[in-house]
């Protein structure tokens, strides 16, 4: 067998292995949740968000299904409910703060609060083997600067209980720290974005913003930015980094207040996001991202999961 043969058939392994443990049951997981436990989803028309949606509904949650679009979105829930599920709909686009406001002040005055957040919505203009930032801004508004905005408007909505709240981030291995081609190559910048008593929002903010304005003024490629799907990886970086910050942050809230919050890389997956090419599902790219925000073991938080092991940063 060459080289290639192997590499064909570690990869085949691999996917038999993840398809394998979406029929795994959450026998790590004492069951905490009801039919009460209210769940919010972004991005959740199509793709890995929708599969989500699915899931939590599964396990007999009331979820949430958002999209920014209303009609799309409401056919989405449509077919869970016949399916069913308990699944309602309601408009989110997460770069539009009037959006985000309607939907929090909805989700106070209908539900009186959340217990689990999972931030999916996402963009990529990125195909191939191609590394456009000509959408930078757009792709870093979107990814993490949404993100953010709905952590920061739905913790105040987070119902106090003992098993505490969860928040999922769909990220990805393209964001990490110190991967291959990936890293930042300012090796201070990268040591204050790894250490997370350094780690501050402003100092993430200002990576971004930094990376943006050099997009702008065409220096960009001189930034010792990551080298492979440049502003997605720099979006999924921030958006890493954040759930380190705030699990860090949330970490002092009093006992049955507390939130958990992790963040997970689904896989290469076969969405609208990938041109529908990739190695696995949506099913199997939701299957971790369910996994932990169901996940009773209350000691996670801060973490990064593929596969629903954990990985570095
Ligand atoms: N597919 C992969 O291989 C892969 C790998 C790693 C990470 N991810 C991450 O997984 C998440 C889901 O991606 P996917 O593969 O399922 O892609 P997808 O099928 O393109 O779905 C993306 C979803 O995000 C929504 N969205 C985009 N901008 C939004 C906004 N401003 N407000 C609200 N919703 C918005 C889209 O809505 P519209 O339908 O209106 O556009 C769509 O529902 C993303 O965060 C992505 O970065 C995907």
């Not at 599902?281 to 996670?300: C, H, I, K, R």
Request: charged share 25%.
């Amino acid at each position: 067998m060459n080289k290639k043969e192997r590499s064909k058939e570690r990869r085949e392994k691999r996917r038999e292995e993840i398809s394998l443990l979406r029929t795994i049951p959450y026998s790590d997981h004492q069951k905490w949740w009801s039919s009460d436990t209210t769940a919010v989803v972004t991005g959740a028309n199509r793709g890995i968000g929708f599969e989500i949606a699915h899931q939590l509904a599964l396990q007999g949650l009331t979820v949430i299904l958002t999209s920014r679009d209303n009609a799309v979105g409401e056919e989405a829930t449509k077919v869970l409910q016949e399916g069913g599920l308990n699944v309602v709909f309601h408009q989110l686009d997460v770069v539009d703060l009037s959006s985000v406001k309607l939907f929090a002040d909805w989700v106070q005055q209908n539900y009186g609060g959340i217990d689990i957040l999972v931030n999916n919505a996402g963009i990529n203009f990125n195909q191939g083997s191609e590394n456009s930032v000509e959408f930078a801004e757009q792709v870093i508004v979107t990814n993490y600067f949404g993100t953010k905005n709905m952590i920061k408007a739905m913790i105040p909505l987070v119902r106090p209980s003992a098993s505490g709240a969860r928040i999922v981030n769909v990220s990805s291995r393209l964001g990490r720290l110190n991967g291959r081609r990936n890293r930042i190559g300012d090796i201070t910048l990268r040591q204050q974005l790894e250490d997370v008593d350094t780690l501050s929002e402003e100092l993430i903010d200002r990576t971004v913003n930094k990376f943006v304005e050099q997009v702008k003024d065409g220096s960009w490629t001189a930034g010792g930015w990551p080298q492979t799907y440049t502003d997605y990886s720099m979006s999924k970086l921030a958006v890493n980094a954040y759930t380190r910050l705030m699990a860090k942050m949330l970490s002092d809230r009093p006992e049955g207040q507390k939130v958990h919050i992790n963040c997970y890389c689904p896989g290469w997956v076969k969405t609208a996001m990938t041109g529908w090419e990739g190695h696995t599902s949506p099913e199997e790219g939701a299957d971790t991202g369910v996994w932990l925000a169901l996940l009773s073991d209350q000691s996670v938080s801060g973490k990064f999961f593929a596969e629903r092991r954990e990985i570095n940063f």
